[in-house]
C-alpha cells in the first residue's frame, strides 16, 4: 500500500508565525504536490514537485513556498501565517500517469 | 485553459435512487478524466478513471467527447456512498503533470 503520511493532523498557529507542514512518501513517486481544501472551493493546486529539487507554482502559490530535499519528502512553508490561511492542507504524490494518493490532510487555524 | 466543473454542490437521495454527478471539463488535449471520492473522516481516493473502463462500488463513468462530459452514475444508491465526490482532470504541459479538480459535490443518500 501506498502511504503518503503528513506530520500533523491538526495545527494551531498564530498569525505571522512561520509554519512548515511535512509530507513523506514511500512509493518512490516522482510527483508531489500540496493542495487546500475549502468547502465550496474544492481542491486547489498550492505548488508541486516532479522531481528532487524541483518546483512549480500551482494555482493559488501567493504566501507559500515549497521545498523538495529528498525524493520522499516535500514540505510546504507558510512564511508568515495570516488567517486566511486557515485551511485543510493535502499532501498527494504520484508516480507518472498513474493514480495520486493523498494523506490524510493537515487542519491549519491560524489565529 | 483547463477547467472541471462540477454544476452541482449538493445530491440528495434516498437509498435504492439512481444517483448522477455531473462534470463537465474543458481541455484543448486529450483527456484523462477520474473521479476520487472523500468519506467522512478518511482521505481522498480514486474512485475511478476513464481508461480503466471499470465499474467500482457500482459507479461508472462515461467519457463523452462531443459534451465533454464525465458523468458519475450508480443505478441504486447505497448509504454508505454518502461522500464528496471530486471530477478531475490530469493535465499535462510543458513536461509536467497535474490534476485540475472541480469544486466537489456531496453525495447524502438517506435511508
Known amino acids: 500500500d501506498v502511504k503518503v503520511t503528513q506530520s500533523s493532523r491538526y495545527l494551531v498557529k498564530r498569525t505571522g508565525e512561520k509554519v512548515f507542514l511535512e509530507c513523506v512518501q514511500d512509493?518512490?513517486?516522482?510527483?508531489m504536490f500540496w493542495y487546500r481544501q475549502d468547502p465550496g472551493l474544492g481542491l486547489r493546486l498550492i505548488y508541486f514537485s516532479y522531481d528532487v529539487k524541483m518546483k512549480e507554482k500551482g494555482d493559488i502559490p501567493e504566501g507559500y513556498s515549497v521545498s523538495r530535499e529528498k525524493k520522499e519528502r516535500f514540505s510546504l512553508i507558510l512564511e508568515s501565517a495570516s488567517t486566511n490561511q486557515t485551511s485543510m492542507y493535502l499532501c498527494?504524490?504520484?508516480?507518472?500517469?498513474?493514480?495520486?494518493?493523498f494523506g490524510p490532510g493537515t487542519r491549519l487555524t491560524v489565529l | 485553459a483547463q477547467r472541471v466543473t462540477q454544476p452541482e454542490k449538493l445530491l440528495s437521495v434516498f437509498k435504492g435512487a439512481p444517483v448522477e454527478l455531473k462534470c463537465n471539463y474543458s481541455y484543448s488535449g486529450s483527456p484523462e478524466l477520474f473521479w476520487y471520492v472523500q468519506y467522512s473522516r478518511q482521505r481522498l481516493q480514486l474512485l475511478l478513471r476513464?481508461?480503466s473502463r471499470e465499474s467500482i462500488k457500482g459507479f461508472t463513468a462515461d467519457l463523452n467527447k462531443g459534451e465533454t462530459s464525465f458523468h458519475l452514475k450508480k443505478p441504486f444508491a447505497q448509504e454508505e456512498d454518502s461522500a464528496m465526490y471530486y471530477c478531475?482532470?490530469?493535465?499535462?504541459?510543458?513536461?509536467?503533470?497535474?490534476?485540475?479538480f472541480g469544486k466537489g459535490m456531496k453525495l447524502t443518500v438517506n435511508p
Open positions: 498527494a504524490s504520484r508516480a507518472k500517469y498513474n493514480e495520486q494518493f
Open positions: 478531475a482532470l490530469s493535465d499535462i504541459q510543458g513536461g509536467s503533470e497535474k490534476l485540475v
Open positions: 512509493m518512490d513517486h516522482e510527483n
Open positions: 476513464h481508461i
